[in-house]
């Protein structure tokens, strides 16, 4: 469970949104909302599809795919086209 210390002449509202969002971080709120009603078994694989979807783009986002530099197209060297033989 997260904690937040409250820092000394720190107003208690500031220390209640880092709390929220500490929780928001964690997704305990989003659990929360869930488990308070029913899910039926197609919003329950929308959601799951959207976490899925959610991950693929930040693998994509953080693997090592080759990204084409300022004025060149995608497969294209930094000197245009390569030779062909």
Do not use: C, N, W, Y
Not at 48 to 56: D, E, M, Q
Request: proline fraction near 9%; charge should be positive; glycine fraction near 8%.
């Amino acid at each position: 469970m997260p904690e937040v210390q409250v820092k000394k002449g720190e107003p208690v509202d500031r220390a209640l949104k880092r709390l929220k969002t500490k929780l928001e971080v964690e997704g305990i709120l989003d659990e929360v909302r869930r488990l308070r009603s029913h899910e039926t078994p197609k919003e329950k694989t929308r959601r799951k599809a959207r976490a899925a979807a959610k991950r693929g783009k930040i693998r994509f986002r953080f693997s090592l795919h080759p990204r084409p530099q300022a004025g060149e197209k995608a497969g294209e060297g930094p000197a245009g086209p390569a030779p062909t033989a």
